[in-house]
T-cell receptor, first 109, second 113 residues
């Protein structure tokens, strides 16, 4: 069983649609990270959350610590948002990170 | 400000050779992490280092793999006697403290022939 589960695994959307990617985890965490990996392979950190909600441009990330769940929302999606979105958790015991398997998003013009 | 610099970008080694992967963190970042991404798989934690210290290497194979982050110079991930199964993308990230937003390098793609 993975400590971090993401859904959906694959997602295709029309340009302009509102997108939600979900992440559930089963361990105690000090922080949760959302990452974006583009087709070229480079990884960009989008957010680090330990509570509440963060917003950056068209991206919104929320976390519910009690329910061990986080969501990444993309408003007014655009083809350039096409990438793999990865959820990762920073444990509150030990030094490990656990990663979800990623959600592959394709936004069609 | 330069981001995390990894080199080489691509590395080809024959079975049995050694691979050395370098990572220069963002200036001022003292926390370095190495991750491996096998083909068609997700990222896996390998090792977490602070200057001159290995904090957690629980994700690293016990044999052939080692990592260091010396007082001066880049962090090095060293793989001895490479095998085909070591073929993967190896990413380095750095942060100024923990927990903190991670800054990733572009990765080193290792191919073992």
């Amino acid at each position: 069983k993975n400590e971090v589960e993401q859904s959906p695994q694959n997602l295709t959307a029309q340009e302009g649609e509102f997108i939600t990617i979900n992440c559930s985890y089963s361990v105690g965490i000090s922080a949760l990270h959302w990452l974006q990996q583009h087709p070229g392979g480079g990884i960009v950190s989008l957010f680090m959350l330990s509570s509440g909600k963060k917003k950056h441009g068209r991206l919104i990330a929320t976390i519910n610590i009690q329910e061990k769940h986080s969501s990444l929302h993309i408003t007014a999606s655009h083809p350039r948002d096409s990438a793999v979105y990865i959820c990762a958790v920073d444990l509150n015991t030990g030094n490990q990170f656990y990663f979800g398997t990623g959600t592959s998003l394709t936004v069609i013009p | 400000n330069a981001g995390v610099m990894q080199n080489p970008r691509h590395l080809v080694r024959r079975r049995g050779q050694e691979a050395r992967l370098r990572c220069s963190p963002v200036k001022g970042h003292s926390h370095v992490y190495w991750y491996r991404q096998l083909p068609e798989e997700g990222l896996k934690f390998m090792v977490y280092l602070q200057k001159e210290n290995i904090i957690d290497e629980s994700g690293m194979p016990k044999e052939r793999f080692s990592a260091e982050f010396p007082k001066e110079g880049p962090s090095i991930l060293r793989i001895q006697q490479v095998v085909r199964g070591d073929s993967a993308a190896y990413f380095c990230a750095s942060s100024p403290l923990r927990p903190s937003l991670l800054h990733f390098g572009n990765g080193t793609r290792l191919t073992v022939t």
